[in-house]
């Protein structure tokens, strides 16, 4: 339950004839609830045959329902339209369900109750997900690649959200229980349908969900389930968890995995209120095929208007023993020993209308994916247009219109001139060293609308995208990095089909690195040699000053430049010299104090040049980077060594950074 505030009220009383009130009370002296914040939160601990369901109309709320603190204890608000309230005398709820009836700001008042989720005992027999390939999955899980989201909203008791093969399909949902949108699961069945959903499919471990490969995720709700196999739903959380799912644009498809056979305008309101909303409702039969008692009766939410009822059958595609049938079963699906994933983080097998439904409510929303524009009424009708029937010709009572039938039903989806990629290139082979342009290009046909193309690669496991959505067909980048790319692109139409195509185990190799060359010019000695990668030019502990500098970069395989100034004795900074040429003077007696070098030309951003300086008095000093000063300014120290280095960029230094250039 939502943790609520506990709210002191203090009457103070002013007696000069007048007195100041803090609520709004009744002649009996009970206070008139404005705000369920007024009164205690939910009992868990007890019934709730107690409570109150109150579905609001627009703008309605508790404080347009009259009550005051001696009809209600407590209660909780559930969302704008719904909230559950805890009478103080069971004995007048009766009563009170009857005034609250007749407000006008309330659509459906009743007593709240418990409604049972439609699984099995589990059978201790592990089996392999018959259910995939039985429904023509096997051919359709990696069929349809949807950019846009769809979401199946499981109402049940929870999710298990780390389980590894199904956390990376989920997304938010809500725990009406413990009022958080942490989400647990006591019971298991939760856990066990949400898999028929969406298990992760080819991430090398368990099974897959019917949805495949597709872009669908799972919003859990759960409304009940305090224990291990706890079957109890509350109605109320129901309620609320319909009208929330309602709400989000990204669920088109509301799985109820339960069944009761009482009648519940408050269940019904919230059912109509999703229908007219647009999302696809599929729910659980019944399981008292075989019960004396109930056998052919209307289980709801199943037998709603506007409600998918599914039975269940059997891995000889018979109807299974316990399914209910009746008048309003309109298909079926596999629901007996079916292979899911568990609330302990494995696998086990279930039987029961719950879970034909999920797997029913999993390729509606296949259905969805490959094309958003499809209605609710749409989607049914595929679905029992496209099921293969077992009995005789036509709709029955046990089998409805007969079992889905996944890939018959997308293929009818499918446009009728599908979109596909014609041609897909790299303008250069295979092999191309780093730094090199590659320009890739790709034309799509088919689909409908306006095409917009998406270019990416993979490499070491990661995926980066060189040019998002757009309606370029052409994309260029340069590698940075040697490997085995996976170079792709993935082609949106105007209708939401996506397909892609890929170039794969393409190689971009190292290049050799480039070479840094430098030479100074030292007092009394002139010219020295070429020094290169990170050699020291100049002297050390001879007293002798570097009087001038030459830097150049030597590469065949990268457009790379230097440029470089120096600090003069009596000078200051001079400007920058390029490649080669001389910084500093010559014949002058001067010293150099300090220096900057910096990398140029359209590969610079490949590499990090670092240089090192030996100054008087201080000696080797820390090493500086890429335009950073390095030597001294104020001191009149001469400079007597240097050593340049160029690395790949982001490398590590090659030694200590600590203080490059001192100043007084």
């Not at 299974?320 to 008048?327: E, K, L, M, T, V």
Request: charged share 15%; hydrophobic share 40%; with cysteine.
């Amino acid at each position: 339950m939502k943790f609520k505030k506990a709210i002191v009220f203090l009457l103070a009383m002013v007696l000069i004839g007048s007195s100041f009130p803090l609520g709004i009370w009744a002649q009996d002296h009970s206070m008139v609830i404005q705000s369920l914040d007024q009164v205690a939160d939910l009992d868990t601990t007890s019934s709730n045959k107690d409570q109150i369901i109150v579905i609001y109309k627009a703008q309605g709320d508790v404080g347009n329902l009259a009550l005051t603190s001696q009809d209600i204890k407590g209660g909780e608000s559930l969302g704008e339209q719904v909230d559950i309230i805890q009478v103080t005398d069971s004995a007048n709820i009766d009563a009170l369900v009857a005034k609250l009836s007749e407000n006008p700001n309330v659509l459906v008042a009743e007593k709240n109750s418990y409604i049972q989720t439609s699984d099995l005992p589990n059978d201790p027999e592990l089996a392999k997900a018959w259910q995939f390939e039985r429904l023509g999955a096997d051919q359709t899980w990696n069929k349809v690649n949807n950019s846009e989201t769809v979401v199946v909203a499981v109402i049940d008791t929870g999710l298990f959200t780390e389980h590894p093969d199904i956390k990376e399909n989920v997304v938010a949902g809500y725990d009406y229980v413990d009022g958080t949108t942490d989400m647990v699961d006591l019971s298991g069945h939760g856990t066990l349908v949400a898999g028929c959903v969406a298990a992760v499919a080819d991430n090398g471990i368990g099974f897959a969900g019917i949805t495949g490969t597709a872009n669908i995720k799972l919003a859990p709700y759960r409304v009940g389930g305090t224990f291990d196999g706890d079957k109890n739903l509350d109605v109320g959380y129901i309620c609320a968890a319909l009208y929330d799912a309602a709400a989000r644009p990204e669920v088109k498809v509301i799985n109820m995995s339960f069944g009761g056979y009482m009648v519940s305008a408050a269940l019904r309101t919230a059912v109509e209120n999703a229908a007219n909303a647009g999302k696809v409702l599929v729910a659980a039969a019944g399981n008292e095929g075989a019960n004396a008692n109930y056998k052919g009766e209307l289980a709801v939410p199943a037998s709603y208007n506007n409600v998918i009822s599914i039975g269940a059958t059997d891995n000889t595609n018979k109807i299974a023993y316990f399914s209910q049938h009746n008048s309003l079963v309109d298909l079926c699906a596999p629901g007996h020993k079916i292979y899911s994933t568990n609330h302990d983080g494995g696998y086990e097998e279930a039987s029961g209308t719950s879970f034909a439904s999920p797997i029913t409510a999993a390729a509606c929303a296949v259905l969805m994916a490959a094309d958003h524009t499809m209605t609710s009424t749409e989607v049914e009708n595929l679905l029992k247009e496209t099921a293969l029937d077992f009995s005789a010709k036509g709709r029955d009572d046990y089998y409805g219109h007969g079992m889905i039938q996944l890939d018959t039903a997308l293929a009818m989806v499918s446009p009728t001139n599908p979109l596909s990629i014609d041609t897909f290139t790299v303008d250069k082979p295979t092999g191309q060293t780093l730094g090199t342009l590659l320009t890739l290009n790709a034309a799509a046909t088919g689909g409908e609308g306006d095409y917009q193309y998406s270019f990416y690669y993979d490499l070491n496991g990661k995926t980066t995208t060189i040019q998002d959505y757009s309606n370029v067909s052409t994309a260029a980048f340069t590698p940075t990095q040697a490997g085995i790319y996976t170079l792709s692109v993935q082609v949106l139409d105007g209708k939401g089909n996506t397909v892609k195509e890929s170039i794969v185990n393409y190689v971009v190799k190292d290049k050799v690195m480039p070479t840094i060359e430098y030479r100074t010019h030292i007092q009394n000695v002139g010219w020295q040699g070429i020094m290169a990668d990170g050699v020291i030019s100049g002297t050390e502990g001879q007293s002798l000053r570097l009087e001038a500098i030459e830097i150049n970069t030597i590469s065949n395989n990268y457009n790379l430049g230097v440029k470089y100034k120096t600090h003069v004795q009596n000078i200051g900074w001079q400007n920058f010299v390029t490649n080669g040429l001389p910084s500093g003077s010559e014949g002058q007696s001067l010293r150099l104090e300090a220096i900057e070098v910096e990398l140029t030309g359209t590969d610079a951003n490949l590499f990090d040049v670092y240089y090192q300086v030996h100054a008087q008095n201080v000696g080797w000093m820390g090493w500086a980077r890429n335009g950073g000063q390095a030597g001294t300014a104020g001191f009149g120290y001469r400079l007597e060594g240097i050593r340049i280095e160029i690395v790949p960029k982001g490398s590590v230094a090659p030694g200590t950074i600590d203080d490059p250039f001192i100043k007084k």
